[in-house]
């Protein structure tokens, strides 16, 4: 990587192609998996005020908005925003949702983000999410931080990502075929082989085929992932991991990761303030 800023900027390139291929409603990820770890951690949303880190193409700002929640919407990618706002219609989520630019791995650009507007930050926020991007960010300590300054006593931040043990380690798929001797029928077992875990380096992510600059992984043990956080004084105080079932079985892609039923594909979690547990 030539920087720091480096990662953010794959995402400024590939904003188009990460917004045609989520649309409107979302990949089968987000709506299967992703979007019930939302709906179960969050509640009910009628008259919070949110905010919604790493947007995208503002799938989860959308989503908040239209439960009737007040949404300042942010990404570091302006390419990324220019994609949220283009999606975001007014018939449906009112006029509940604003955009700002903010890069989360950056002191400097979260203060600049608070002092935008006093009242903008005054009293605090319900509910910050972030969906699927903990895993694209160099440095959570900054986004750690914050969450403090930005939460009301009994707010939240809910956060999905990339289950860091099956898939951010580079974890192999392994399928074994076999014939069960006394009826003859045939068996397929599936597998992860995990080679590494505690030190994984960076590594780019299989997200737009064709493409071969595609944006950073970077991959944490669980105990890195949480570490800012307790640090920064929030703790956790809930944990889902969610998985298609074989329902959605790829009978065309024996190696797809829908396959692979017994691991999850998705960890998501909620933090509260310290003296809130």
């Not at 997200?207 to 004084?233: I, M, N, Q």
Request: proline share 5%; aromatic share 10%; net charge negative.
């Amino acid at each position: 990587m030539a920087s720091n800023d480096f990662p953010l900027a794959s995402w400024e390139t590939f904003a188009p192609s990460w917004d045609e291929g989520m649309g409107d409603e979302g990949n089968d990820y987000f709506r299967f998996l992703e979007l019930p770890i939302l709906e179960k951690l969050i509640g009910r949303l009628e008259g919070c005020r949110a905010i919604d880190l790493a947007t995208g193409n503002g799938l989860v700002a959308r989503w908040l908005a239209q439960k009737a929640a007040s949404v300042i919407a942010t990404d570091g990618a302006v390419s990324m925003i220019d994609c949220a706002m283009a999606r975001t219609d007014t018939s449906q989520c009112g006029n509940r949702v604003s955009f700002h630019r903010l890069d989360v791995t950056k002191q400097s650009s979260w203060d600049a983000f608070m002092a935008i507007d006093t009242c903008l930050m005054d009293g605090g926020f319900d509910v910050v999410t972030m969906n699927m991007a903990l895993m694209d960010i160099q440095d959570l300590g900054p986004l750690a931080r914050s969450l403090k300054r930005l939460l009301k006593p009994n707010g939240c931040f809910v956060a999905t990502l990339l289950h860091p043990l099956f898939f951010t380690s580079g974890a192999a798929r392994q399928i074994v075929v076999h014939e069960e001797p006394e009826t003859g029928q045939r068996i397929v077992d599936r597998s992860i082989v995990i080679r590494k875990y505690l030190n994984v380096p960076p590594a780019r992510q299989f997200v737009f085929d064709g493409e071969t600059e595609s944006p950073y992984l970077f991959h944490r043990p669980l105990a890195k992932l949480f570490a800012p956080f307790f640090k920064a004084g929030v703790v956790m105080d809930a944990l889902e991991e969610t998985n298609f079932d074989l329902s959605f079985y790829d009978p065309l892609r024996e190696h797809a990761s829908r396959n692979f039923t017994e691991f999850p594909k998705i960890l998501g979690f909620r933090m509260r303030p310290v003296s809130e547990i």
